[in-house]
């Protein structure tokens, strides 16, 4: 089983509508949870991140962790076609916070 | 403020050739980390350092080193290159090793291995 799992996709939704992408982990002393953005060819860039149970918000983004059922979740809400691209998942362990552990990516197309 | 700042951005070399990626990290970040991206394994964890040492490393040969400078920039190094090793190479700064600091990428060095 691998450590961090994602649909890899792709999802596609139309624009203005809501995205949901999912992300499972398998250690249970995950501490720490990233959401990263990633257009083709570009390095990921950081959306949200997200410590405690519970949601999260940050403007038309909305992340969601269940530690007990060890899933993740990141909403984007009136998404846009600029929202197209690869959304990775990753998770830190404690003290290990250099090192993240990547899922394989959800590609999220949005169509106008 | 400056990005993490990586050099070169792009780069061909031959198999059996070494190779040298270095890394500025973001002021104030005393944590660099290493990661490769290739299409079939995704992202990778090669290394981390904080402090010149080095505090965690991933599941690579001894072909891939890196070391940590005190004035926190890092450089990592790949000997004897193989085809396999083209990869996107990304370096991350975060202010400590703790978990829950938010961790930036850099842009990236490409390395096409021919």
């Known amino acids: 089983q691998k450590e961090v799992e994602q649909n890899s996709g792709p999802l596609s939704v139309p624009e203005g509508a809501i995205a949901s992408l999912n992300c499972t982990y398998s250690d249970r002393v995950s501490q720490s949870f990233f959401w990263y953005r990633q257009y083709s060819g570009k390095s990921p860039e950081l959306i949200m991140s997200i410590y405690s149970n519970g949601d999260k918000e940050d403007g038309r983004f909305t992340a969601q962790l269940n530690k007990a059922s060890q899933y993740v979740s990141l909403l984007i809400r009136d998404s846009q076609p600029s929202d197209s691209a690869t959304y990775l998942c990753?998770?830190?362990?404690?003290?290990?916070?250099?090192?993240?552990?990547f899922g394989q990516g959800t590609e999220l197309s949005v169509k106008p | 403020k400056a990005g993490v700042t990586q050099t070169p951005r792009y780069l061909i070399k031959t198999r059996g050739q070494q190779v040298t990626l270095s890394c500025s990290p973001i002021s104030g970040h005393r944590s660099v980390s290493w990661y490769q991206q290739t299409p079939g394994q995704g992202l990778q964890f090669l290394f981390e350092y904080f402090s010149e040492t080095q505090r965690n490393k991933g599941n690579f040969p001894g072909r891939f080193s890196g070391r940590q400078f005190s004035n926190s920039r890092s450089e990592m190094n790949v000997s004897t290159l193989e085809l396999g090793d083209s990869a996107l190479y990304l370096c991350a700064s975060s202010q400590t090793f703790r978990s829950g600091n938010t961790i930036y990428f850099g842009e990236g060095s490409w390395l096409t291995v021919v």
């Open positions: 990753a998770v830190s362990l404690y003290n290990q916070g250099g090192k993240l552990i």
